[in-house]
Nanobody
Framework: QVQLVESGGGLVQAGGSLRLSCAAS????????MGWFRQAPGKERDFVAS???????HYADSVKGRFTISRDNAKNTVYLQMNSLKPEDTAVYYC??????????????????WGQGTQVTVSS
């Protein structure tokens, strides 16, 4: 089992930055594919970014060049640095872990561990 707790959400103006953190506990974190998803009201949960080990990352086209995913295996923590935020980035952001997937995955069904979510609101 892996328990995930997100933090770092909040309200920011368009063009601003936020860094989300996801602290993991439980099974071996370093071998778990980690990802971030987001869900806006009335919409499906969408893939944002994933990271395998320390170097293989994958991003949704909508966030490429603006968001950066990283992980610190010594701290069992994954981060999402969000820059140049836009109002359309407003959503609840979820941290997720996939124990049986290597390299990358973009569908929510591939991830078997989820955090409770943290709200990100970008004002125009």
């Amino acid at each position: 089992q892996v328990q995930l707790v997100e933090s770092g959400g909040g309200l920011v103006q368009a063009g601003g930055s936020l860094r989300l953190s996801c602290a993991a506990s439980g099974r071996t974190f370093s071998s778990t594919l980690m990802g971030w998803f987001r869900q806006a009201p009335g919409k499906e949960r969408d893939f944002v970014a994933s990271i395998w080990s320390g170097s293989i990352t994958h991003y949704a086209d909508s966030v490429k060049g603006r968001f950066t995913i990283s992980r610190d295996n010594a701290k069992n923590t994954v981060y999402l640095q969000m820059n140049s935020l836009k109002p359309e980035d407003t959503a609840v952001y979820y941290c997720a872990g996939a124990s049986d997937i290597r390299f990358w995955a973009t569908t929510p069904s591939a991830f078997n561990y989820w955090g409770q979510g943290t709200q990100v609101t970008v004002s125009s």
